[in-house]
């Protein structure tokens, strides 16, 4: 039996697993994709530092291999059932018909977040109009270092929408993702920097730059890049005859309609519970927050805990966060597992 | 002179010791959610009326919870209630109802 059974192999999850290590705690890291690191493992690069996102990776794996940590790749967890008798849980895992139950003293949750399905705001037209992509999307252009429309051209002018899915009471999700704004500022720098004359505009309600280093990188844009930050919430897109996309918006700023014209759209999105939260919460009776991450506790000095014994949370299962916030968060997680186990 | 683009109110300094919340109440019992309106803009983007009027659907409910509502009716009479901005509106604000609100309290 383990001591950890950790749900999610991102950065949450694999700081929480070296973690434990250290405390010469067992754990085992459950990931359903083929590989770790999470969301990070398919960024080009991470704000506040515009260092690379592959490097942070390698760096965690090669602690994961370095202290012998169990990794199960393929292996999504849909339930979580608590033993009568035993000290511990059983994990179902995987389809229905191929059960396989694992068993733990206690488990960590770190199942992440799943991007915002920006088709679900069809007034933005993702996937139905040309030229549209998400933040996510870029990243791997970016990767991939090619940056081209669909005729195959540079983009001169690109144009980000703020708060895709996020702070919207439309789409029932009323929580700023909080991270969305710096990502907005980080690809603006990097576009500008990537083509020459690029000229980049973001569209946004509030500026939210929450983390150290990340309003100096909004000046920085503004001033060394000239990104035009314009506030007003984009209301329409359209698809002009030459496949550019018209947007339009209240600068309200100056309180006129305007409109402009872009060769790409850049949809910022936010954060939404990860698929599997819903029957896992059901599973073991864990509250979910409305906008499908967990509930904790408290918000002050219990966030890792829920209210169920033995079942803990990290990173952006619990809330939106940034990848220092997260990775914190595992080791608070792991040394709030260390006393529970202690305890029992 | 320059077209500051909303010419029906005069510019001038807003003293909130002064001014008389008990109307903009009222606007508010219209839907009780436009208190928590965050001044974005995606109603006025897509107003077809701004597009032939200078109406300003933002400017207009924010100048009367400011105490700014001498023509306010008027102002309001330039909508067409076509609801677009209702669908836009990140709040979920019945934009409509606060247009047939401000016709009928001010
Ligand atoms: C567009 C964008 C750009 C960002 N850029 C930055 C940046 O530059 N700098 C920065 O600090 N932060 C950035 N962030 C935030 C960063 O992505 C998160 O802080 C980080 O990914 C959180 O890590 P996590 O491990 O909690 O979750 P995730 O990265 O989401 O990892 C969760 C893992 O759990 C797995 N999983 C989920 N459900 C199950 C299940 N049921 N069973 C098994 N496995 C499961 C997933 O496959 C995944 O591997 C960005 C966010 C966005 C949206
Ligand atoms: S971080 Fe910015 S873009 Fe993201 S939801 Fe919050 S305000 Fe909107
Ligand atoms: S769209 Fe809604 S929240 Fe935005 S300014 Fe208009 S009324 Fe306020």
Redo the contacts between chains.
Sequence with gaps: MYDIIIIGGGVAGMQAAIAAKKLNLEPIILEKENKLGGKVAHKYSLFPTFSSAEQLIDRLEAQIIENKIDVRYHCEVVSIHKEELSVGYTLNVGDIKKVDNLQARSILITTGYEPFDARIKQEYGYQVYDNIYTSMDLEAMMKKGLILTKEGNTPESIAFIHCVGSRDSQIGNEHCSRVCCVTGVKQATELCQMIKGARVYNFYMDMRMFGSGYEEMYKEAQQNYQVRFIRGRVSELSQTIDHKVRLKAEDTLISKPIAITVDMVILLVGMCGAVNNESIGESAGLELRENGLFKPVNAFDSTTKSTVNGIFYAGCAESPKNISESMNQASQAILNISTYLESK | MVD???SSYKSRFIDLDKVDTKLPTELFKEDE?LRAC??????????TA??FTNF?F??LHTLIRRGEYKEAKQEAEKCMLCG?CY??????INTRKIIQGIKRIF
Excluded: W, Y
């Excluded at chain 2, 965050?38 to 107003?47: D, P, R, Y």
């Excluded at chain 2, 669908?87 to 979920?92: A, I, L």
């Design positions: 500051f683009g909303f959610i965050i001044g974005c803009g995606g109603c006025s983007g897509a107003c701004a597009q300003n933002r400017l677009k669908m836009t509106c990140p709040r979920g």
